[in-house]
């Protein structure tokens, strides 16, 4: 059984009217096989053979009366309808009514074309015109569904006179379609399927009615159409529709302009955009332009870089009385920032906050950090806080620039403010943050306050070894060498732990401040963590004895030498005790320790050794050994340049890079070997020069007037006529002196010595055999 709710009709019998508002029980199988029946019959019969009936029941279920219902007349009869069984006429503005109200109470779908399948009524294309007219044409849904259940009916026929009233619902359904009507009908295809969002379907309906030729598509539907494409993302598609547009001679209205400036503009056609926005102005004569059309082309002239453009289309604006937006506000400071122009950027903001716009938190951004960049602080702090008076929480990088700036600039105190700002806020500092604030403290030797800043940075999950690495280094090249030992302290007591090349500086900054029990540790460390003492390093530790003064001292650099267990201690060592001990000479035992070293990788640092060596062995008085070990060097190529034989012209030595005991014992060593080709071989050159340079000039000097030298001492050389050198070899006293048969002690060599190395003074150092060198073999 269905239940159905009874409806007013003007179809229906006067029992049903007067039953409307009860409800209709309906026997299904009963009204089959009525219908069925009916068909079969003729009207004449249909009293007698009409079985179906419909009970009216009240809401009990009792049944209140019953009678015959409407029914369809035989096929072909169109627009009657069987009352009992008499023939009833339905009148057009009832059927056309009928379609009307099914259409808007169903709109679309199985609901709808089930009910017009059961319509007691075949309608014909009169009346389906009607009924279109008769549908609202805001709504376009329910004529739509309609003319498709339409167009499946066999009584259907197309004509232009249904189209155009389902295209254009204005125009009278009665009348013949002309051609401006058709025409017109076309271009609102067109557009409904814009509004629809049906692009190929639109595109392509426009493309077959100008392949067609179809000339009469106006500005609207052109509109449309570019709109749709605009929207879709598709900005050359719309500029292609602009061009057919163009092409075609049609006439361009305001909103073709309105919509195709911005759009030209924001795809960076400028230049076409500004062709096009004096075109308009020219047409429009004094009429002024739309504001949306000052934004687009301000806005993208400005960031295209065009400033010029950008700012004199602004002034325009506001010359014809539009006041700007604050979105264009913004978009112009942002452009002038971007470009530099701070002041005039900086100037439109006063001008925005002058006229009551409120700058959004991107634009305070931009001008806190462009501030902060260019070096304005003070501008750039007083932004930032009025930033934050008006509710806006600065992002991590205005933090962070504004740091790194007062930082850079040595504002320790305005850099930790707005770092405990930060944090205080919740933000994370990022690891440029961090690292800039960690060298400001560091540069300002701010220690306890770098180390809270460390441990922070450590708590927030950054790897802070290089970081504090970094601030050993700014200690140590600073000179702060306790600053630097305390911020070592403190790194072991948080495990953070340095590299070995840093431990290395240090242990080399505390030698140079002479704090020789922080030093030894140190080398413990670095020797303890598997890194190599190169030569280098003994040789600078060598050096730091050579220079020492203080006999407590010289037990610290010893011991610390030991510590270094580098092949150059033994040798030195060895160096310093008898043949007996050695069970080799003195030359031979120099020359096993020198063939040992690797020149390729290490020939600097051997000539670094040798001239340190020889310093400290002329200080000890050990001419004969300095003498071995110049001898050496020299057959190693160790100073290559340094002796010349230029045949019977001139013989040089030249000591300009050598220290000032290398240079002492190579012009003894040197002119040994002169005196031995002049005498022996009888070869005597024109001239003798010696190559002092203005450093070693004096001493060189001094030590050969002692013994009464020819040699005439110029800006850099020490030289003299190969005969004079001659006669002057020829003396006891020269042959004495060569030979180092002259006492140690005697001011014939050491004494002169003392010029360059005051501290050596016979009074301080004893030149007895070191004593200390043998306690550090033990």
Known sequence: MLLLRLRSSNLLSPLRRRRRSETLILNPRRLCTSSSESQSQSPSSEAAQWTGEILYLDESGGVIGSDRGLRPAEPGRDAHVLDGSLLRPIPRSSAAAKLVELARRWRWGPDLDSSLDRLPFSPDPSILSVALAALPAADPEPAISLFRWARRQSWFVPSDAIYVLLLDPATFPDAEPSAATFSSSLNLAVQYLCKSSKLDLAFSFFKK??????????????????????????????????????????????????????????????????????????????ERLALPIYAALVDCLGKAGRLDAAVGLYQEMQSVGYRPSVTMYVSIIESLVKAGKLDAGFKLWLEMKGTGFRPNFGLYTMMVEAHARSGRLDAAISIFADMEKSGFLPTPSTYACLIEMHSAAGHVDHAMRLYNSMTNAGLRPGLSTFTSLLSILANKKLLDLAAKVLLEMKAVGFAVDVNASDLLMIYIKGGSTDLALKWLRFMGSAGIRTNNFIIKQLFESCMKARLYDSAQPLLDTYVGSAAKVDLILYTSVLAHLVRCQEEKNERAIMEIMAVTKHKAHEFLCELFTGPEQRKKPVLSFVREFFQGIDYEAEEGAAKYFVNVLLNYLVLMGQMNRARCVWKVAYENKLFPKAIVFDQHIAWSLDVRNLSVGAALVATVHTLHRFRKRMLYYGVVPRRVKLVTGPTLKMVVAQMLNSVESPFEISKVVLRAPGDSVLEWFKKPIVQQFLLNEIPSKADVLMHKLNVLFPSSAPEVRSFSPLKQVSRMTR
């Open 209 to 286: 009615l100008r392949d067609a030729g179809f000339k009469g598509i106006n500005a609207q539907t052109y509109n449309s159409l570019m709109t749709l494409f605009l929207s879709k993302g598709l900005p050359y598609k719309a500029f292609e529709i602009y061009e057919s547009m163009e092409g075609s001679h049609c006439f361009l209205d305001s909103p073709t302009y309105d919509l195709m400036l911005p759009a030209l503009a924001k795809s960076g056609r400028l230049d076409a955009a500004l062709r096009l926005f004096e075109e308009m102005k020219t047409k429009r004569g004094t």
